[in-house]
């Protein structure tokens, strides 16, 4: 069978299963499986599949339909056009968070038109998507990034080598700020932002196979959010910046944890690509 038609049928079965975008997640499964970028798959898609490569893409769109999530299954997921490497126990990056790397970048190029020196610190860094994306793009910025998960750490350590930026990201484990012992004048974070009660809700790739650590945010999904905006309080100097991905249903609460934490701050909110507001700027 031709790489066409299998690709075609792989679709219809995902589709039929009520696996989201089946085009998509057909097309990569078999891309990693003949080690192609999307330009070389649709020069490969005449030829016929070997019967090795037909059983390892079977085998793959077998745990697919099973919903283990496709950047489980390949071991890597592509965001801020760097690819990275992901793996059971890390947070799969996701296209909402690149408008959190915007930001940041955006806001240290602005700092660094008046200050010599700029470190920024990523909160809950997971595979390292946020910070080494700023390290790549901005290599003025000293970068740190913390993560209570040694897991998380591991992964992201292995990008960091992989993408050539081990000397630029220093990762620090423990809880939020906690493990940082200087100054720094940016700090931004991915965190936990799902209410407990949703979980049960969240789709089966989610919920059974990403680390709940990295998105169950409590009660009202802001436990996290407002412990590191009360510690920003001790840490934030006037002109410093804290920068937040949340969901689209926080930002009024978020307004007014910000208000009570950093009062005078100035508060700016940024929507994402689906028009919902999904990133935070605090100015102290």
Known sequence: MTAEA?????????????IDDPEIEAE?????????????????LPQALTVEQEEAYQ????????????????????????????????????????????????VGRELLRT????????????SGAIALAVAKHLPALHVL????????????DLNAKR????????????????????PFQIVAANLPYIPT?????????????????????GADGLRLIERLLTACAHELERGDVAILEVSYDQVSAVRVIAAERLPGAVLEVRRDLAGHERVVIVRV
């Open 197 to 217: 009660d949703v979980w049960a809700s969240l789709p089966p790739e989610i919920r059974a196979h990403e680390p709940r650590l990295a998105l169950d945010g």
């Open 145 to 156: 990034a913390t993560d209570i998960s040694p897991a998380a750490l591991a992964v992201a």
């Open 28 to 44: 990569v499964l078999l891309r990693h499986v003949l080690g192609l970028d999307r330009a070389y798959l649709f020069l490969r």
């Open 6 to 18: 299998t690709l075609r049928r792989a679709v219809q079965t995902l589709r039929a299963n009520r």
């Open 59 to 106: 085998r793959l769109l077998t745990r697919r339909l099973q919903r283990t999530p496709s950047a489980y299954l390949t071991g890597r997921r592509e965001f801020y056009s760097l690819q990275f490497a992901v793996g059971p126990g890390v947070l799969i990056p996701r296209p909402e968070t690149e408008h959190v790397v915007e930001a940041v970048l955006e």
């Open 115 to 126: 200050r010599e020196h700029l470190t920024f610190v990523d909160v809950g860094t997971g």
């Open 163 to 182: 993408l050539r930026l081990a000397g630029r990201v220093t990762l620090l484990q423990g809880d939020l700020l906690e493990p940082v012992h200087e």
